[in-house]
């Protein structure tokens, strides 16, 4: 048992590192949108709009309230939410694998922070955590996974994991697999401790992923907002079902998402490889010091790479080619490398406490080494992309004029430059996405542009594409004909069945037609 002021101090220890990490983060950041899907979320968090699917209400909601902060752009506020989340994870990790070293608090904060900064500077890690993306709130969500398994039990804990469960169905499908998987084993195991729960338990259960899942209806009211950006149509709740369980994507990328097994593997082993091959001898260390050292500890760190491990193989390999997956196994391997670094130096230096100082000077020397590495890597090549990308698609449109993007990266950032950064506000950049069906008028409308209202209308009755597509080109042939159209060429088909049914007639000398990638 702990002595009340060496208590303090640990728990003391874990808060200054976060703020210190959260510091050093700064830096790191994108200054603007940058790659995938970084600038659409940013929108829709500025704005309280409707992104791709499941939505992630979670991270609106406190992407909103980043970007209220009185500095930067748009962008760059709602970035320092992903390095925030990604710091708070990080540490919870490494205090979970026991990263915390037995002498004085500073020495304990220095070592902490090096081994945060080993784990931030993971290509893969820093490339979502310097950005708008949702992964880092699914990281922490995870440590906090980790962290109510180890902090509670009985029942307790079982009540902490419910409400993490609901909170999950805000945020992102394995959040609710990792919620899910340590919930159940907390019911199982105050099943047998302490027997059939009272009826007043059950209710408070119930209540509290009742309360998590909440959350759900800031779709429906996100959609009748006039947001300019806006996925999907989320007013009802068959649409609202629809968009959280990502029919759509499920659909559209059937087959990349159930590619070979043996393909994934090979894509998650890469992937591993890139962020922790340079510790792989730290993370053999670390784990035989793990399981030695506390064997529950060591289990609920391995429960977390491997449902991640598996979540990123079976279910969402399409995720691994764009490194969405397999970033909590890297932070668990890497939390695990710390402590193997660790144990290493205090082998070295022996038991004398006088030594751990330059063990925890080393510890933060790597880490700023991998630190310096990451910076000068590829994110700085992405940001000059995606700024690149803007201009070049931004203001090539005319004054007044439509730009039609096909690419998800391109009116990702198109998008962000309009809406949340204020440019063109004379012009208007509609993802292309928007026109296979009538979310793309429901989004428009909201731009105050004459003959949406009554083509939605239309739409609403149209049973079959053609009839869709009829009724789209009644409302786009007179709304564009005065003016200049940008077009980015997508697929050969879309741009076909857009092209003749929307541009009989049109004069096709003011047709700019371009592919920015």
Known sequence: HMQPGRQRTASFVPVVTIGLLCAVGVFFLAPAAAFFDSGELATTAVELGVPHPTGFPIFNLSGHLFSLLPFGGGALRVNLLGMCATCCATVALLVAAGCVLETSALASIVALAGCGLLCLAAPSVLRHARAAEIYPLVWLHAAGCL?????????????????????????????????????????????????APSLKLLIAGVVVTALGVLGVVYLPLAANRPAAFSWGDTSHWPEVWAHLTAASIRTAYRDEMGSGLYASALGLAAGLWRDIGVVVGAVVVGVVVAARRDWRRFTAIAAIVVIDVGYSVLINPMGLRDEQCGNIAALGLLALAALGLAETGRALVGRDKRWLWPVAVALLAVGVGR???????????????????????????????????????????????????????????????????????????????????????????????????????????????????????????????????????????????????
């Open 147 to 195: 962290a109510a398994w180890l902090q509670f039990g009985g029942y307790r804990r079982a009540a902490v994991l419910a409400g993490l469960l609901g909170i999950g169905s805000m945020l992102h499908a394995e959040s609710l697999l990792f919620a899910g998987v340590f919930g159940l084993f907390a019911l199982i195991a105050a099943l047998r401790t302490e027997g």
């Open 371 to 517: 630190a310096s590495v990451a910076v000068e890597q590829r994110p700085n090549g992405e940001l000059r992309a995606a700024d690149g990308l803007v201009h070049r698609t931004v203001d090539a449109i005319a004054p007044g004029g439509l730009a039609i993007v096909a690419s998800d990266h391109v009116a990702s950032l198109c998008s962000h430059a309009q809406i949340a950064e204020g440019s063109r506000p004379d012009a208007l950049c509609a993802p292309a996405v928007f026109t296979r069906d009538r979310r793309m008028l429901r989004v428009l409308a909201r731009r105050g542009e004459r003959g949406f209202g009554a083509a939605r209308e239309v739409l609403q009755s149209a049973t079959d594409r053609a009839a869709m597509a009829n009724a789209m080109a009644a409302w786009v042939r007179p709304a564009i004909r005065a003016k200049a159209l940008a077009w980015e060429l997508g697929s050969a088909a879309e741009d076909a069945q857009i092209l003749s049914h929307w541009l009989p007639g049109f004069p096709t000398g003011r047709v700019v037609a371009d592919k920015p990638t």
